[in-house]
């Protein structure tokens, strides 16, 4: 009896343990530079996600429409850039319905880690706000806030903080509400 619980534990602590991945935001959102140099760690990988020249593909959406935007420091309002990927974005999803989406809402790594999930989470809720206001169905789409959690660049100054002030969109087939 002894012998089958520890085995019973370590079945569990493998099972645990294969299911941590630690690279799978690795190269993530828009591949290796992102959107505008912003590097990705943020989205999925556009490895094995189709082919970059298909433009229903994953890969063509990470690579050529764009996965995310940047935001002005505490800031949750779309900048005109911001504005321009997000019009491609709608376009695309209006396009090719069969995709549903997770806006991921990130800031950099100052201020509180409360402070940063609520502005993560308005910055989700902002651009999920601009997706359906360009004819997007709300039912396509959910939002989630990592706040400081998820950096795509790790540095003390405003080049790594800019670009992990961003909103990433994750691209789900079948899973459309």
Known sequence: MLNFNKALL???ALGLAACNNPNRYANGGAGANGMGGAGGAGGIS?????DASNP????YFN???GDRVL????????TPEAQQILTAQAQWLNKYPDYAIIVEGHADERGTREYNIALGARRAGTVQEFLVSQG???GRI???SYGKERPVATCDDESCWSQNRRAVTVLSQ????
């Open 71 to 78: 935001f002005l420091e505490d800031q949750s309002t779309l």
């Open 63 to 65: 690579q050529s429409v």
């Open 142 to 144: 959910k939002t989630i």
């Open 10 to 12: 370590l079945v569990a």
């Open 136 to 138: 997007v169905r709300a």
């Open 56 to 59: 229903a593909s994953v890969a």
């Open 174 to 177: 079948g899973l459309n509400g």
């Open 46 to 50: 556009s490895q094995g996600l189709g």
